[in-house]
């Protein structure tokens, strides 16, 4: 089954779009820009998005796409907290 592309010109991956919602779109973006600018290895970032998706599912499962994102985004308001 094919879902309806909810951004026009968005990514896709084997007829699919990569992202369910826009604000799933830019909180990708959000990482990808900030770490292209240093503020933050992509090791580092792997490692704090591993911890908090672990630490999530210890508590309820990580079921869709909206589940992950936002885990992906308290992973960046946890970086955006630690910036000096």
Known sequence: ???ACPLPG???SEGEPVFDAPWQARAFAMAVHLNE???FSWAEWSERLAGL???HESRATVQNSDDYYRVWLKALEDIAKDIK
């Open 37 to 39: 600018q240093g503020v």
């Open 10 to 12: 968005q990514p896709e």
């Open 1 to 3: 089954m094919t879902r």
């Open 53 to 55: 998706i672990d630490s």
